[in-house]
């Protein structure tokens, strides 16, 4: 394994289809401490970070030629850890080394990096392992809206193929919450760490001066409305407490798509026309609003002006979202599952529910606007919080990695 040597001005390799993945705040801080920074990518939607090199694999390499193969998801990966290889050949071809090399192990974007470069310190980052005795697939087992069968199991096991073989090539190896690296086999978490990707809590806070939403406001933000978000779950609760509280409004911000699980309603062509109509066949739709995705600062207002934001997951990876609530002291109402408590447990102002309990969620709801602030005395919070700080996450990156770091970006 390459000896770990903390130093300034070395050449940093980031492999990720998606820029800037969950490697954004690792780069920028890298490329402003002074070291060369390169990313290959597929694709980046024109996002860019100062000081980073940004490389797109295009071509027999590219995204195009991936998407039209039809093929499943662990043959689409090993064909992507080909179009990998390439651009590794290319750098190679170029006289380019880098000294470190960070990969997503769920891509297979790095399952070639000791090939083209031995001597590299190659840390990879593991976001999820497919457990067959995980409470993932034991938690709901029965509700067919996820899509997650125990016939998956076997797929799903077949997927951990080329994740095992990046990770135990790897001379390191990062996960960003202890539930996630509980996932793993024993073998590999006695050498997995915990690093978390990362909150700025000087934009993640409480607003300067607390100011609520005038009448009272619900909120749920999600990246995809789907059903490992607890989303069904949560619109099927709101009728009963809207017609309840007339005064009450909920928005709901993120995109109408399904990242992770299950296929819309029969009829539909996703879970938030299905909702929308499932609302106003209720008679609620007017107290209801679809924010699409937020900028960044009207978000943040957002979860500022929020009386509860609601936060519903299935046992999987906890959004960031969830600690981005919790930095801004918004009051929270979540699944009472291992990854969120993970953060939340023993936190003040956070209410758990178990959302696969239709009367318990819509009493949960309720009560939420009757709950009286509860003081932190102990800070625990922002004891959380600065584990999750984008300085600890950096620190963690700088041990694993050997690579100065700055947080003055």
């Known amino acids: 394994m390459p000896e770990i040597k903390t130093s300034q001005g070395q050449r940093l390799l980031i492999l990720h289809p998606n820029f800037p993945g969950q490697f954004k705040h690792l780069a920028k801080a890298a490329a402003s401490a002074g070291h060369d920074v390169r990313f290959l990518c597929q694709t980046h939607y024109n996002r860019s970070i100062p000081g980073v090199l940004r490389m797109k694999l295009k071509g027999s390499a590219g995204r195009e030629a991936l998407l039209q193969q039809a093929a499943s998801t662990l043959e689409q990966t090993k064909k992507l850890a080909e179009q990998y290889r390439l651009g590794f050949l290319s750098l190679q071809k170029a006289n380019w080394t880098p000294d470190v090399v960070v990969s997503h192990s769920g891509w297979g974007c790095g399952l070639f990096v000791k090939e083209f470069w031995p001597q ?12 067959p005795t995980s409470e993932f697939y034991r938690y709901d087992s029965e509700n067919l809206e996820l899509g997650i069968h125990p016939n998956a199991i076997c797929k799903h096991w077949q997927r951990n193929q080329p994740v095992a073989l990046e990770l135990s090539a790897a001379d390191a190896v990062v996960a960003p919450t202890a539930w996630q690296r509980q996932q793993l086999p024993i073998s590999q978490q006695e050498r997995c760490q915990i690093v978390h990707d990362g909150i700025d809590l000087q934009t993640f806070r ?8 005038p009448t009272p406001l619900l909120t749920y933000g999600t990246r995809g409305m789907e059903p490992i978000r607890g989303f069904p779950q949560f619109i099927r609760a709101l009728p009963k407490l809207l017609h309840e509280r007339p005064d009450l409004t909920v928005e709901i911000a993120g995109e109408d798509s399904s990242n992770y699980s299950g296929s819309p309603p029969k009829g ?3 879970w938030g026309t299905w909702a929308q109509r499932f609302l106003e066949d209720h008679g609620v739709a007017e107290q209801m609003h679809w924010l699409g995705h937020l900028p960044l600062t009207r978000y943040v207002d957002w979860l500022q002006r929020s009386w509860c934001h609601v936060y519903l997951t299935h046992p999987f990876v906890a959004s960031w979202s969830l600690v981005e609530a919790l930095s801004c002291g ?6 009472d599952v291992a990854p969120v408590r993970e953060f939340c447990e023993g936190q003040p102002n956070v209410s758990f529910v178990d959302h696969r309990n239709a009367a318990e969620l819509s009493l949960h709801l309720a009560q939420v606007f009757q709950a009286k602030p509860e003081p932190d005395p102990a800070n625990r919070r922002q004891q959380l919080l600065q584990r999750c700080s984008l300085a600890s996450s950096l620190n963690g990156w ?12």
């Open 120 to 131: 590299c310190r190659h840390v990879a980052y593991v976001e999820w392992w497919f457990n």
């Open 206 to 213: 409480p607003a300067a001066t607390p100011t609520h939403h």
């Open 268 to 270: 539909f062509k996703s």
């Open 330 to 335: 918004t009051r929270l109402l979540v699944s």
């Open 398 to 409: 700088s041990l694993v990695s050997g690579l100065k770091l700055t947080t003055n970006h």
